[in-house]
Protein backbone atom coordinates (compact mmCIF):
# COMPACT_ATOMS: atom_id res chain seq x y z
CA UNK A 1 0.00 0.00 0.00
CA UNK A 2 2.45 2.60 0.86
CA UNK A 3 4.63 1.87 -2.37
CA UNK A 4 1.01 2.09 -4.36
CA UNK A 5 0.88 5.64 -2.81
CA UNK A 6 4.30 6.56 -3.28
CA UNK A 7 4.17 5.48 -6.85
CA UNK A 8 0.92 7.71 -7.07
CA UNK A 9 2.67 10.85 -5.52
CA UNK A 10 5.36 10.30 -8.15
CA UNK A 11 2.94 10.08 -11.71
CA UNK A 12 1.05 13.27 -10.22
CA UNK A 13 4.15 15.22 -9.71
CA UNK A 14 5.40 14.49 -12.91
CA UNK A 15 1.91 15.19 -14.46
CA UNK A 16 2.08 18.43 -12.79
CA UNK A 17 5.48 19.48 -13.87
CA UNK A 18 4.23 18.18 -17.36
CA UNK A 19 1.03 20.18 -17.74
CA UNK A 20 3.04 23.30 -15.98
CA UNK A 21 5.94 23.17 -19.21
CA UNK A 22 3.08 22.44 -21.37
CA UNK A 23 1.34 26.21 -20.55
CA UNK A 24 4.66 27.52 -20.68
CA UNK A 25 5.01 26.43 -23.79
CA UNK A 26 2.13 27.87 -24.94
CA UNK A 27 3.06 31.34 -23.44
CA UNK A 28 6.20 31.38 -25.03
CA UNK A 29 4.73 29.94 -28.59
CA UNK A 30 2.01 33.23 -28.28
CA UNK A 31 5.02 35.55 -27.55
CA UNK A 32 7.16 34.55 -30.42
CA UNK A 33 3.92 34.99 -32.89
CA UNK A 34 3.31 38.50 -31.09
CA UNK A 35 6.58 39.26 -31.63
CA UNK A 36 6.75 38.51 -35.46
CA UNK A 37 3.39 40.62 -35.66
CA UNK A 38 4.32 43.79 -33.80
CA UNK A 39 6.96 43.52 -37.01
CA UNK A 40 4.31 43.28 -39.75
CA UNK A 41 2.62 45.85 -37.96
CA UNK A 42 5.21 48.07 -37.80
CA UNK A 43 4.80 48.35 -34.13
CA UNK A 44 8.65 48.79 -33.22
CA UNK A 45 7.85 49.25 -29.48
CA UNK A 46 6.17 46.13 -29.05
CA UNK A 47 8.95 44.29 -31.80
CA UNK A 48 11.74 45.67 -29.28
CA UNK A 49 10.47 45.45 -26.11
CA UNK A 50 10.09 41.79 -26.60
CA UNK A 51 14.26 42.02 -26.85
CA UNK A 52 16.29 41.48 -24.30
CA UNK A 53 18.32 45.12 -23.61
CA UNK A 54 21.44 42.65 -23.99
CA UNK A 55 19.77 41.14 -26.29
CA UNK A 56 21.42 39.67 -29.97
CA UNK A 57 19.85 39.69 -33.84
CA UNK A 58 21.60 37.70 -36.11
CA UNK A 59 20.48 37.64 -39.59
CA UNK A 60 21.18 36.62 -42.75
CA UNK A 61 24.05 38.39 -44.00
CA UNK A 62 27.05 37.56 -42.00
CA UNK A 63 27.83 41.33 -41.25
CA UNK A 64 24.62 41.08 -39.46
CA UNK A 65 25.14 40.45 -35.75
CA UNK A 66 23.38 43.08 -33.64
CA UNK A 67 22.91 44.46 -30.53
CA UNK A 68 19.28 45.44 -30.08
CA UNK A 69 19.79 49.24 -30.42
CA UNK A 70 22.20 48.07 -33.67
CA UNK A 71 19.52 46.45 -35.08
CA UNK A 72 16.86 48.94 -33.75
CA UNK A 73 19.12 52.21 -35.72
CA UNK A 74 18.84 49.80 -38.80
CA UNK A 75 15.30 48.93 -39.00
CA UNK A 76 13.68 52.48 -37.61
CA UNK A 77 13.60 53.40 -41.01
CA UNK A 78 11.08 50.32 -42.30
CA UNK A 79 9.30 50.84 -38.72
CA UNK A 80 8.64 54.61 -39.35
CA UNK A 81 7.40 53.66 -43.37
CA UNK A 82 4.76 51.93 -41.20
CA UNK A 83 5.92 48.29 -42.94
CA UNK A 84 8.53 46.21 -41.24
CA UNK A 85 8.26 42.64 -42.25
CA UNK A 86 6.18 40.01 -42.17
CA UNK A 87 6.81 36.76 -40.64
CA UNK A 88 4.56 34.10 -39.49
CA UNK A 89 5.71 31.28 -37.52
CA UNK A 90 5.17 27.54 -38.13
CA UNK A 91 6.58 24.33 -37.22
CA UNK A 92 7.79 25.75 -33.87
CA UNK A 93 9.37 23.78 -31.36
CA UNK A 94 10.01 24.85 -28.26
CA UNK A 95 11.94 23.43 -25.32
CA UNK A 96 12.08 24.33 -21.56
CA UNK A 97 14.95 24.25 -18.87
CA UNK A 98 14.43 22.38 -15.90
CA UNK A 99 14.02 25.59 -13.72
CA UNK A 100 11.31 27.38 -16.30
CA UNK A 101 13.80 30.66 -16.86
CA UNK A 102 14.89 29.79 -19.98
CA UNK A 103 13.85 28.74 -23.39
CA UNK A 104 15.31 27.96 -26.54
CA UNK A 105 12.89 27.39 -29.44
CA UNK A 106 13.26 26.68 -33.70
CA UNK A 107 10.77 27.11 -36.45
CA UNK A 108 10.27 27.65 -39.99
CA UNK A 109 9.23 31.28 -40.75
CA UNK A 110 7.04 32.42 -43.71
CA UNK A 111 7.48 35.74 -45.40
CA UNK A 112 4.69 35.20 -47.81
CA UNK A 113 7.11 34.29 -50.91
CA UNK A 114 9.67 31.94 -49.00
CA UNK A 115 10.30 30.13 -46.01
CA UNK A 116 13.09 30.85 -43.56
CA UNK A 117 14.76 29.39 -40.46
CA UNK A 118 14.46 31.13 -37.06
CA UNK A 119 15.84 30.03 -33.61
CA UNK A 120 16.16 31.67 -30.46
CA UNK A 121 16.76 31.77 -26.72
CA UNK A 122 14.69 33.40 -24.31
CA UNK A 123 15.30 33.92 -20.63
CA UNK A 124 12.13 34.93 -18.58
CA UNK A 125 12.62 38.38 -16.37
CA UNK A 126 10.40 40.26 -14.22
CA UNK A 127 8.12 41.54 -16.57
CA UNK A 128 7.91 38.11 -18.91
CA UNK A 129 9.91 36.17 -21.29
CA UNK A 130 12.85 38.46 -23.22
CA UNK A 131 14.82 37.19 -26.33
CA UNK A 132 17.88 37.35 -25.35
CA UNK A 133 19.21 36.01 -29.08
CA UNK A 134 17.57 35.29 -32.46
CA UNK A 135 19.22 34.14 -35.46
CA UNK A 136 17.55 33.95 -39.07
CA UNK A 137 19.04 31.81 -41.94
CA UNK A 138 18.04 31.11 -45.43
CA UNK A 139 17.80 27.49 -45.64
CA UNK A 140 19.98 26.05 -48.83
CA UNK A 141 18.91 22.53 -50.45
CA UNK A 142 21.44 20.81 -50.69
CA UNK A 143 21.69 19.93 -54.21
CA UNK A 144 22.54 23.44 -54.91
CA UNK A 145 24.81 23.90 -51.77
CA UNK A 146 27.90 24.53 -53.64
CA UNK A 147 26.93 26.41 -56.32
CA UNK A 148 25.51 29.20 -53.54
CA UNK A 149 29.07 28.75 -52.03
CA UNK A 150 30.49 29.43 -55.36
CA UNK A 151 28.45 32.10 -55.70
CA UNK A 152 29.33 33.45 -52.19
CA UNK A 153 32.98 32.96 -53.21
CA UNK A 154 32.42 34.80 -55.86
CA UNK A 155 30.89 38.01 -54.20
CA UNK A 156 33.25 38.19 -51.38
CA UNK A 157 36.24 37.59 -53.39
CA UNK A 158 35.45 39.42 -57.05
CA UNK A 159 37.12 36.36 -58.58
CA UNK A 160 34.89 34.31 -61.27
Known amino acids: MK ?3 ILLIIILVSLQV ?11 DQFITNWHDAASRADSEA ?3 AIDENG ?7 TERWTKQEFYDWSR ?23 GKTAWFDEVVDNGTTEWQGSGVLVKKKGGWKIMQYV ?12 VL ?9 IE
Open 3 to 5: KTS
Open 18 to 28: FAQQTKQQKQI
Open 47 to 49: YFG
Open 56 to 62: IYIGTDK
Open 77 to 99: KYFEAGKAWSFVGKDRHIYLSKD
Open 136 to 147: LSVPVPNEIYKE
Open 150 to 158: RLIQKHETG
